[in-house]
């Protein structure tokens, strides 16, 4: 599943207007570059930049093309994981493997990196 940020001169007032394409295409590269630094784990590693549109509509897009980049970016209530069909969970906990048929994840908090990539982006540029 990939999630987007679009960056589209209706967005950005004072960025893209008519005839930036070329402004589009910076602030599409810096953010995307930006979120690749600040994603968690390998998750920088599938931001990529998009470009669409035209010389008079520019549309930049930084896309993340990860399996749990809407995970990250949203947040997760807490919720249960159970093992699979006929198996156990196991992991080390206080120093000793330890097997469960399931856990409570407790959640996590959003962490909208490519919003704060785009915030950098266009204040620091």
Known sequence: MADFLTIDRNKL??????GSAVLVQRLTLRTAAIAATIAPGHMGQT???????????????VMVDHPAASYVLN???????????????RFKWKGKV???KSVQHPGTKPNNFLWKAMLAA????
């Open 47 to 61: 931001v990529r930049p998009i470009f669409k549109g035209s010389l008079a509509n520019p549309v930049g897009i």
């Open 75 to 89: 947040g997760t209530r807490p919720h249960e994981i159970p093992a699979k069909p006929g198996g156990v969970l």
């Open 13 to 18: 007032e004072n960025v893209a207007r008519k």
């Open 98 to 100: 330890v097997y469960f």
């Open 122 to 125: 266009k204040f620091n540029g």
